[in-house]
């Protein structure tokens, strides 16, 4: 068994990240999971939160509102809507992301109602996490 695998994280913006990793804990819109060396191959999509990466010179902290990740035996690489490296989120940055979750979901679909409802509070529960 290895015991790092690569890990990327990139935004539309810029790539934050491109390490060898032990851990990766992962904010997936269906519920937290840590990937691993050699964890089975998975694709899943991201809720707004807290993305941590363990390596073996320490863990570093990424906001991510959304995206997708791939998880293999050999890495994970990690699409991110938005992200940004947690000591780097202001109170401006969360208000913005706030406001504009708040206004897609006054003006959702009756069908899309309760996803866009989620992803105010999702944003919300990371504005707290970080306590900005």
């Not at 913006?13 to 804990?25: C, I, K, N, P």
């Not at 990690?78 to 780097?88: F, R, S, W």
């Amino acid at each position: 068994m290895a015991n790092t695998m690569q890990f990327d994280l990139v935004s539309p913006e810029r790539s934050l990240a491109s390490l060898e990793a032990t851990a990766v804990q992962i904010p997936g819109a269906d519920g937290d999971m840590t990937a691993m060396p050699d964890h089975a191959p998975t694709i899943t999509t991201l809720r707004p939160g807290v993305l941590t990466v363990e390596a073996t010179d320490g863990a570093s902290q990424y906001a991510v509102t959304g995206g997708f990740a791939e998880i293999s035996a050999e890495g994970t690489s990690v699409l991110a809507e938005k992200a940004m490296p947690v000591a780097e989120v202001t109170a401006a940055d969360m208000d913005a992301l706030i406001a504009q979750a708040s206004d897609a979901a006054a003006n959702a679909t009756p069908e899309a109602k309760d996803a866009a409802d989620k992803t105010v509070a999702d944003l919300e529960a990371l504005r707290a996490a970080l306590n900005v």
